[in-house]
């Protein structure tokens, strides 16, 4: 069981990682609104990592903090880019649904009532990628218009909870 929930936590980091890069590649194309949701979701990524290392902690358990692998390529355009997290958010609850199973398997009761937070959590970003997914396809997917584009940018940037924008950002205010 500890070493599922090592691998789960540093699968949780290199998630980080690719919202992470998914936010500059956005930013880098103009999509402020969009980069700050992506910038949004690495930061609660990387708290999902911090819930399996103080998990494991307090369970009396040692963490193993592997190596972050390289994000994947930069998305092709904003389609391919909620595409590409819907599949990252999917292959992440298999993983999850993965650690129920070993924890009912081996009689961990403790380890199975913690995960029914990351099955509820999952549950909730993969319907965000839909419905994220669904805005795009009504804008017109892959064939969307600069206006279309630019109404979804404006819109995801004005989503509550978002993260502050990098030039914002301080080591007192991160």
């Known amino acids: 069981m500890q070493a599922a929930l ?21 930013d880098s194309e103009g999509f402020e609104g969009i980069s700050n949701f992506l910038f949004r979701h690495s930061k609660e990524e990387r708290d999902h990592m911090m819930k399996f290392l103080e998990y ?24 391919d880019c909620f595409e590409k997290v819907f599949k990252q958010e999917v292959d992440n609850t298999t993983l999850i649904y993965q650690l129920v199973k070993l924890s009912m398997d081996e009689q961990d009761w403790a380890t199975w009532n913690f995960m029914q937070w990351f099955v509820r959590e999952q549950t909730e970003e993969e319907n965000l990628a839909i419905e994220l997914l669904d805005m ?16 979804l940018d404006r819109q995801m940037g004005e989503r509550a909870g978002d993260a502050k924008l990098a030039q914002d950002v301080t080591t007192d205010q991160p």
């Open 56 to 79: 494991i902690l307090k369970r009396g358990g040692k963490v193993k903090v592997g190596a972050i692998a390289a994000p994947t390529a930069d998305p092709t355009d904003v389609n």
């Open 136 to 151: 795009i396809k009504v804008a017109g997917g892959k064939e969307a218009s600069h206006s279309a584009l630019f109404s």
């Open 6 to 26: 090592n691998a789960q936590m540093n699968k949780e980091n290199h998630q980080a990682q690719i919202y992470l890069s998914y936010g500059c590649w956005a």
